[in-house]
Structures are given as structure tokens and as C-alpha cells.
């Protein structure tokens, strides 16, 4: 289809979309309720980085926030929508002029580690390192960032995180600030390399956000990094050969602005992610058109918001099946407030913030986050606001959202792949619906959110299928899924090494072992004699191979 008549097409569904709104009456008022006081999110500072991660691994979500005036803060999360601050006795009490922290396994031990990103240190002019903490399994941290050759002095802007060339190892990318970039290569877990230079992703200029997504469906991770000062942004196409080549001229995403962070999501369901910059100037939306080029639909889409934007974040927070889009503005700088767009499903989107104190949040607000933090179904989003006689500190917007329709979560763990499972791709299948996702660190801007994957299902009453696709190259697919439920998939080992025997000595036995490597989800009768029973235990090890190579 050629561009003019897929421009036609798409007006004429605006059309008839606008007519059933009509017909239907309005949208009902997102819900969100600011409990970050409440929750215990109390530490004051000029907070400007917010990540979302469970870090002790007790099924709910934490809270690591960067400031740049005091020590950062670690809030565990109690289970009950509050919050303990643990920083020192965790020690990840940061005491750098913090722009930027991610979560990220980079040892593939089953907990996640912290990197933070700095600046200058509070109270003065020397410049802080970037920090890198390795969780020890016990609650603590020990920073690794000399030893590991990551303590750079540079003026972080933001962090990111991918398996760039296919090692089965999360890498780890640092913009900066007027200086090279780092892109450090994971060592199997031991440490890293800076790889900078031999990658091509060679940039000095200001820096902002950035984020590792496939452009291209090539099966690996490209990046596309963004500029302030009205300089060009970029576009590194991975080569699949540990090198990347800059395509932001040939693709249309050579934008210029004062651009700060960046999101992706496929917003018309095309199977190809398409990409939100913000900017201090109008924002911008650019439609991925599936063949290796994108276009500007900012103003088509009504998604030009013109603030001084910072933080983005696509979510479906209503659970109608379509991507959303929140934005945040500082406020102090220009009074245009926060934004919440609303997806149509057609490209196109619509605010239903306004008048709304809650999602306008007239405040200086810089990192965005989000993650069910109370795990009852839907998106809640963190706000890095400076706490101050002035301002009113962390937001954490709860989403009441959860009963306006249904809703599936699932977290994704790599065993061939990387244990993040970062750059898996997860596609959802349901009443003749198909759904996209992908697993990224690093988004928006100084914000990095949960790396669980999200979707609402509106009021269908069950999903067909979720086929993932796993950064090793596995293809996998899962049926029978329950709605309204997060569920954890293992990638398929193909070790039988990894497998006891001891648990398959019953056909309950064998239930925990089918269940337990999230391939199949649900009791399976694998050799179809009409009984799940221990024999369909040789038919699973049949599947899965019989060598760990």
C-alpha cells in the first residue's frame, strides 16, 4: 500500500472513530491517585532518576531514586503500596550529582544490580563516578564500578542497557554529556570493556536520552540515541557483527531539537515499533513504516505537546488494548503541565488529562517510571520531583485502573539468553487481536521501568496464545494462559542437565516440572493417551533436546 492512499485509509478510520466516540458518549476519566507521600516517599532532594526493579526478590517491585543534591534512595517495597527507605544499610546511598540508574542481571545470578550515572558531586565541583553495585543475595550491594573499569567522571545524561551482540550477557551503555559516549561490553559477568570505539557508535555531542529497540525485525538490538542544543539525533542499525552503522539520515529519523528521552511501542499494531521523542519544542511521534524508513506523524497524531518535556512512557493504563502515552514537564521552566494521551487504536491520540491536578502535576518533574507496584493488574507510574519547600517530591501515581477491564502481565526469564531477557520480543494473541511487546532497560528519560510486559485484553474473556521470541533465536509459544494473572516463562534450557529427575517420580510431580519452566503453563497430556501422567515426562525432555550446547 502505497503512503497516500495508507494516509487516506487512516484519516477515513479518524473519521468513523470520531463519530462512534460521538455515538457513545465520552471516555471515561483515567483514575489515578498521588500516594507517594502516603507511601513513604519521603526523602528530600532534587530527585531527577526513578527505577523500577525487585531487587530481594520477593515478588514486588522496589524503588531506586537519583538525586542530585543528596544521598539517592532505595525504597523497599512493604507489599501494601509503602515504602521502606534502605539505601544505607543496602549501601546504594549514592552520594553523586545523580542523572540516571537502571536494574539489570548482569552476572545472569537471578538478582538484579544497580548502575547509577553522575555528574558532580552535591556541594561542589569535583566530578563523582558512575557507580555499578553488585547485589550480594542478602539485601546488600558492593560497588564494583573501579574494579570493573565503569567509574567513569564524565557528566552522565542517561543509562542503558541491552545484549548488543547475542552473548548471552546484558551490555551496558552510558551517554554523556559533551564527551564520548561509553558502550561497555559485559565480560560474561566478570566485568566489562569499553567497546566504544569498535562498535561505531562513535558520538561527542549533548547527549540526552536513549534506547536500545529492533528497528529493523532483524532479531537484534539497534539504538537510537537522542541530542539536545538542537543537534542531530541518531540511529545505530546493529550489523549483527558487534558493530552498528548510523542510519538516522536514510531512515527519517534525523530529527533535530532539543530532544530529551525517547519511548517505543508499536501504536497501530503492525508488528514494527514505532517511536515518541520529547523535546522542549514541539515532541514528536514517528510512525515505523516496516520498511527500515519512519514518519513524522506528530501533528497528525495530536501528540506535538510543546512543554519542556522530559520523561515518556507508552502504557496501556485503561486496559482497552491500545498503547497510551504519559508525558512530563518541568513546570518552573514553562507552564504548560504533564500530559496523558489517550490511544485510539488508529494512530491517532487524545488528552484526557485535562483538569486533572493529579496527571497535570504543575511541578518541576523530570525521570518517569512505571511498574504495578501494588500487583493488582494494571501500570502505576513514579515521578522524579524535587522535594523542596517549593516542590512536592516523588509522585507515585496509583492506577484504580484494574477493574475497567481485563489484563495479562508476564515476566520473561532468559536461560540461553540473557537473564533479563531483554530484547525477547512477546507477541499476544486474543479475539482475533495481535498484540506486540518488547523488553527494554532504559526509556524515556532517567527512567527505567519494570521489565515485566503488559497488556490489556478490554473485556475479552481469555487469550488465544503468546508467542515469544527469544533473544537466543528460540521461538516459543504458550497457550491457555490465565487473564488477570502475571505469569513467569523460563526460555527452554535444552540441557537436560538442568533438569531432576527426582521431581518426575509422579504425575503431580511431573505438573511442577512442566509448569515450573513456563513452557506449557498448564497440565499437558504430551503423548496424548488421554492421562497426564509421568510418561509424558520423555515426550517434554524430547522437546527440550538431550545436550547443553
Keep these: 500500500m502505497d503512503r497516500m492512499k495508507k494516509s487516506y485509509l487512516t484519516l477515513l ?6 463519530m462512534v466516540g460521538d455515538a457513545c458518549g465520552q471516555v471515561e476519566a483515567p483514575t489515578f491517585v498521588d500516594v507517594g507521600a502516603a507511601s513513604g516517599l519521603l526523602a528530600e532532594g532534587l530527585h531527577h532518576a526513578v527505577a523500577i526493579g525487585d531487587y530481594n526478590g520477593d515478588g514486588w517491585e522496589d524503588l531506586y531514586v537519583g538525586s542530585r543534591s543528596t544521598g539517592n534512595s532505595l525504597y523497599r517495597n512493604n507489599g501494601d503500596m509503602t515504602f521502606t527507605e534502605v539505601g544505607e544499610e543496602a549501601g546504594v546511598a549514592d552520594e553523586g550529582y545523580t542523572n540516571a540508574a537502571i536494574w539489570l542481571d548482569f552476572d545472569n545470578d537471578g538478582d538484579l544490580d544497580l ?3 553522575n555528574g558532580y558531586a552535591f556541594g561542589g565541583s569535583e566530578p563523582a563516578p558512575n557507580r555499578f553495585y553488585v547485589n550480594q543475595g542478602d539485601g546488600t550491594f558492593v560497588d564494583m564500578a573501579a574494579t570493573f573499569g565503569v567509574a567513569s567522571t564524565s557528566m552522565c545524561r542517561s543509562l542503558h542497557a541491552a545484549d548488543y551482540d547475542g552473548d548471552g550477557f546484558t551490555d551496558l551503555y552510558v551517554v554523556n554529556l559533551n564527551s564520548a559516549n561509553h558502550f561497555y561490553k559485559n565480560t560474561t559477568g566478570q566485568g566489562f570493556s569499553n567497546v566504544y570505539f569498535q562498535t561505531g557508535t562513535v558520538d ?3 547527549g540526552m536520552g536513549s534506547i536500545f529497540f529492533d528497528y529493523d525485525n532483524d532479531g537484534d538490538q539497534d539504538l537510537y540515541l537522542t541530542h539536545d542544543a538542537n543537534q542531530t539525533n541518531k540511529l545505530y542499525r546493529n550489523n549483527n557483527d558487534g558493530t552498528f552503522y548510523d542510519l538516522a539520515f536514510l531512515s527519517g529519523l534525523n530529527y533535530q531539537g532539543n530532544c530529551m528521552g525517547v519511548d517505543v511501542a508499536d501504536i497501530n499494531h503492525d508488528g514494527h515499533l514505532d517511536l515518541y521523542i520529547t523535546d522542549l519544542f514541539p515532541s514528536a511521534m514517528f510512525a515505523n513504516n516496516g520498511d527500515g524508513t519512519f514518519d513524522d506523524i506528530s501533528i497528525f497524531s495530536s501528540t506535538n505537546d510543546s512543554g519542556m518535556t522530559w520523561g515518556c512512557v507508552f502504557l496501556d ?16 521552566f514553562a507552564p504548560i503541565p504533564n500530559i496523558l494521551y489517550k490511544g485510539q487504536g488508529d494512530m491517532t491520540f487524545s488528552k484526557v488529562s485535562e483538569g486533572d491536578p493529579t496527571l497535570e502535576h504543575r511541578h518541576s518533574d523530570f525521570g518517569l517510571a512505571m511498574g504495578d507496584l501494588d500487583r493488582d493488574g494494571d501500570m502505576d507510574m513514579v515521578i522524579a520531583t524535587t522535594n523542596s519547600d517549593t516542590q512536592p517530591g516523588l509522585a507515585l501515581l496509583r492506577n484504580d485502573a484494574s477493574i475497567n477491564g481485563h489484563w495479562l502481565q508476564v515476566k520473561l526469564i532468559g536461560t540461553q539468553s ?5 530484547g525477547a520480543r512477546a507477541i499476544l494473541h486474543f479475539d482475533g487481536k495481535t498484540r506486540m511487546d518488547e523488553v527494554n532497560i532504559g526509556q524515556g528519560y532517567s527512567g527505567a521501568s519494570t521489565l515485566d510486559l503488559h497488556w490489556g485484553l478490554g473485556w475479552s474473556p481469555a487469550v488465544d496464545s503468546l508467542e515469544v521470541r527469544w533473544p537466543s533465536g528460540e521461538i516459543t ?10 505469569h513467569e516463562i523460563w526460555e527452554p534450557t535444552n540441557c537436560l542437565a538442568d533438569f531432576d529427575y527426582d521431581f518426575a ?3 503431580g510431580d511431573l505438573l511442577v516440572l512442566l509448569s515450573g519452566f513456563g513452557q506449557f503453563g498448564t497440565p499437558t497430556d504430551l503423548d496424548g493417551d488421554g492421562v497426564v501422567a509421568a510418561s509424558d515426562l520423555l515426550v517434554f525432555l524430547t522437546v527440550f533436546g538431550t545436550s547443553c550446547d
Design 418 to 422: 540473557n537473564r533479563d531477557a531483554v
Design 317 to 332: 493504563y485503561d486496559h482497552d488494548g491500545e498503547w497510551d502515552l504519559y508525558l512530563v514537564n518541568d513546570y518552573q
Design 13 to 18: 478510520n479518524v473519521a468513523v472513530a470520531a
Design 505 to 507: 517420580r509422579s504425575s
Design 204 to 206: 561527542t555531542g549533548v
Design 115 to 117: 548502575a547509577t550515572g
Design 477 to 486: 509459544m504458550h497457550h491457555e494462559l490465565a487473564i488477570n494473572t502475571r
